[in-house]
């Protein structure tokens, strides 16, 4: 065991929330530890439906305020991050009997209204017979609302956050559990246990408990305080199928239970489709999808696309369950989609200081961050002013130092220039690594002129350069970190790559 650090923060969560807030407070002079139990964005964050979106369907519960701040976030993180961020339209096919098409319009409206935008087209109908969106789906549809948000590689947004709290000085430690902490005065003294069971003790002015679905396990198992605020865990799960249509839109489908489901085009040659929403109780660490839930997302995309979907279709799976704040909507009796989706920041300044992040999501990430620090800043010496709104995730400068339109806009162009840089290299590959790493590719590729510069090629498009970078820079350290969070070739490598793959790692 050594001997107590001292640490400003001590962040234990490795999450998006976590990861945004490590980052935040490290670019603010402090100094910052964050403790994740598994890999960066190993459960909820690389679980989500892939969206920075203001959240169309939170109007109909009167979430103004919160649709307002994602509606600002998403045009922030837009330009933070035009790599691992897109725009992407969004068809809503119109269905006699649901909701009428004057409340659908006027919830559009307020959607285009609420907060400036300047980077994604306002909403229109459309005619689903003259639009290729209607290509795939059941004639009976006809027309159709679009509107635009974005979509985001999620576990690469927890990963690049991570990397940016680390190059301003925080210490990220992945597979490090916090096993327990005390206040001792005016600080906390915690112990860190790793996977090979080694500890650590250090000291902290403050923790930040950013937990997600196990935060009042943390609050109550590790710190030993008591819990004053309910979480309900609400698992979400998505099924991926063969590619069913050609275009680049996606659609959100409204179901008569209420929710509503979102399939997008997803990794070229496949279709994402989901979410759930159903209690949960199991353990965390073990979240699947049940068998279920695969046929209601089936049975539900069937009812739009003429195309029958079936659970022999599915390919892939995942699920994840979501911290949600137990607060309801006016009127609203227990229905998990009238959780709120905001967060809850609750702060004990009672001695040394705990701050527990309850509920939020990925759009708000940022926010969230901000305002923690912001609530903190009082109780720490020398903490900066809120930056973040200004700055840059990880390879997202392309043009400059700063986030600007110019780098959404003009990122095609920037794509078509690197495949000319690195002629050498095949143009697919060279636009899977624009997306994947930014202007930080200078660096995967720094110092290689040749294919066979990039080292042993481990899986189809897959090189020994790339996943040493990924080990040394971001905290990969199985096949699983690569294939599934870091990149999504998991979907696309043969059987046995894994095994092979690890082997290689554990070699290195």
């Known amino acids: 065991m050594t001997g107590a650090v001292d640490y400003d923060v001590l962040v234990v969560g490795g999450g998006i929330n976590g990861a945004g807030i490590a980052r935040d407070a490290a670019g603010r002079g402090l100094k910052v530890l964050l403790c994740e139990k598994d890999d960066l964005a190993a459960h909820t964050s690389s679980a989500s439906t892939k969206l920075i979106h203001g959240g169309l369907r939170y109007l109909e519960y009167y979430e103004f305020a919160l649709v307002r701040k994602a509606l600002i976030e998403r045009e922030v993180l837009l330009r933070a991050a035009p790599h691992i961020i897109r725009p992407l339209r969004f068809i809503m096919p119109y269905e006699h009997g649901r909701r009428p098409a004057w409340l659908i319009r006027a919830g559009l409206f307020l959607y285009d209204h609420l907060a400036k935008r300047e980077l994604l ?25 679009a509107y635009s948000d974005g979509w985001v590689d999620d576990a690469r947004l927890v990963v690049l956050n991570a990397m940016d709290a680390a190059q301003r000085g925080a210490a990220i430690l992945t597979r490090t559990r916090c096993i327990s902490a005390r206040r001792e005065g005016a600080h906390w003294l915690a112990e860190l246990q790793t996977a090979d069971g080694s500890r650590q003790k250090l000291r902290a002015h403050c923790v930040v408990n950013a937990a997600g679905p196990w935060a009042v396990q943390v609050l109550q198992q590790v710190l030993q305080q008591p819990a004053t605020r309910d979480l309900r865990l609400i698992k979400g799960s998505h099924i991926v199928v ?26 070229a040659e496949f279709t994402l489709i989901g979410t759930t929403d159903l209690d949960y109780s199991g353990d965390l660490d073990r979240v699947g999808i049940s068998a279920d839930e695969v046929a209601y997302l089936c049975e539900l995309a069937g009812q739009y696309f003429a195309r029958p979907i079936t659970p022999a279709d599915v390919v892939w799976s995942y699920a994840g369950v979501r911290p949600l704040v137990e607060e309801m909507h006016a009127g609203q009796t227990g229905k998990a989609a009238a959780l709120t989706r905001d967060y809850r920041l609750q702060l004990d300044s009672a001695g040394a200081a705990l701050l527990n992040v309850f509920g939020g ?61 690195y002629a050498w290299l095949p143009p697919t590959l060279v636009a899977r690594y624009a997306h994947a790493y930014g202007t930080r590719i200078h660096v995967l590729l720094a110092q290689r002129q040749s294919v066979a510069e990039m080292g042993e090629m481990l899986a189809p498009g897959l090189y020994a350069a790339e996943v040493s970078y ?29 095994e092979r793959l690890d082997a290689w790692m554990t070699r290195r």
């Not at 063969?242 to 990794?267: K, M, S, T, W």
Request: net charge positive.
């Open 361 to 421: 999501k990925i759009t708000t990430y940022r926010k969230l961050a901000e305002e923690a620090l912001d609530m903190l800043a009082p109780l720490l010496v020398n903490c900066g002013p809120a930056w973040s709104a200004s700055a840059c995730l990880p390879g997202g400068d392309l043009y400059g130092t700063g986030p600007d339109n110019r780098a959404v806009r003009e990122f095609p162009q920037f794509v078509q220039q690197l495949q000319q840089r």
């Open 121 to 145: 087209p306002g909403t229109e109908s459309i005619a689903l017979r003259r639009h290729a969106s209607g290509v795939p789906l059941r004639p009976e549809f006809r027309r159709a609302f």
């Open 470 to 498: 990924l080990m040394q820079h971001e905290w990969a350290r199985t096949a699983d970190d690569v294939l599934w969070r870091r990149s999504r070739l998991g979907l696309h490598v043969p059987a046995g790559t894994a």
């Open 242 to 267: 063969r590619r069913l249509f050609e275009h680049p839109y996606a659609y959100i489908f409204q179901h008569a239970d209420g929710r509503i489901v979102f399939a997008i085009p997803y990794e």
